[in-house]
């Protein structure tokens, strides 16, 4: 890109030149050296300069352009880290209201990503949503600090105290968010108290790369 500035202006001075002294030379001398070609090619060589002007101005209006589209945007880890934890509530709270209005909500407890519109909401968003319940402290997919997450809600949950959500940056690479659902609501009574749970969370992965080109919007 800086070879391109650089060097399509010592291309136009250089042409800009050529045809000042075409047109000086028969200024100058507007004899019958003059002749009708020789007009003809001063006229030529000025209609190819002026679409070289119009060719470059464009070229530098698109070149601005995409230098501004590529602009790298600088966040803070607080900045970060509020974008994610808004994400997060913002896609659990819209996966609940999907899930409790599909009639296989039974079903959807153990495998959500199938029902309702949560497999749209997992394309648009890049995140990864699921439903944790107490039996899935003991799950080996999961990561060790999320287990030990698990049985910290599982305690609280069991000693009466009012469950909060949690943003937890698992690897460099991995961020999730857990949402603990209403006790309240349908979906708890669905999921929850049906499989003997003291809690119902919502799990969700998100997408950093996501997230982050959301905060151009």
């Known amino acids: 890109m800086a070879t391109l500035i650089s060097y399509t202006p010592q291309k136009a001075v250089s042409f800009n030149l050529s045809i000042g002294r075409l047109m000086s030379r028969y200024v100058r001398n507007p004899g019958p050296a003059a002749s009708l070609s020789g007009k003809a090619l001063a006229l030529t060589a000025m209609l190819l300069y002026g679409c070289g002007t119009n060719e470059r101005v464009e070229n530098t209006g698109a070149l601005s352009s995409e230098i501004k589209s590529t602009k790298i945007k600088r966040i803070t880890d607080a900045e970060l880290t509020s974008a994610l934890h808004a994400a997060g509530q913002k896609i659990a709270a819209e996966a609940t209201r999907s899930l409790e209005n599909d009639p296989a909500l039974e079903e959807g407890c153990n495998l ?91 799990r969700v992965a998100l997408n950093r790369k996501k997230v982050i080109q959301s905060l151009d919007k």
Request: hydrophobic share 40%; aromatic share 10%.
């Open 112 to 202: 959500p990503g199938k029902f309702g519109t949560i497999g749209e909401i997992k394309l648009r968003t890049g995140a990864e949503i699921g439903l944790l319940l107490a039996k899935d402290t003991s799950d080996s997919r999961l990561f060790a600090k999320e287990t030990d997450l698990l049985k910290a809600y599982a305690y609280q949950a069991r000693a009466g105290a009012a469950l909060e959500d949690n943003l937890q940056k698992i690897n460099d690479t991995l961020t999730v968010y857990y949402a603990p659902v209403d006790p309240g609501s349908v979906l708890f009574k669905k999921c929850g108290e049906a499989a003997g749970s003291p809690f119902v969370l919502w």
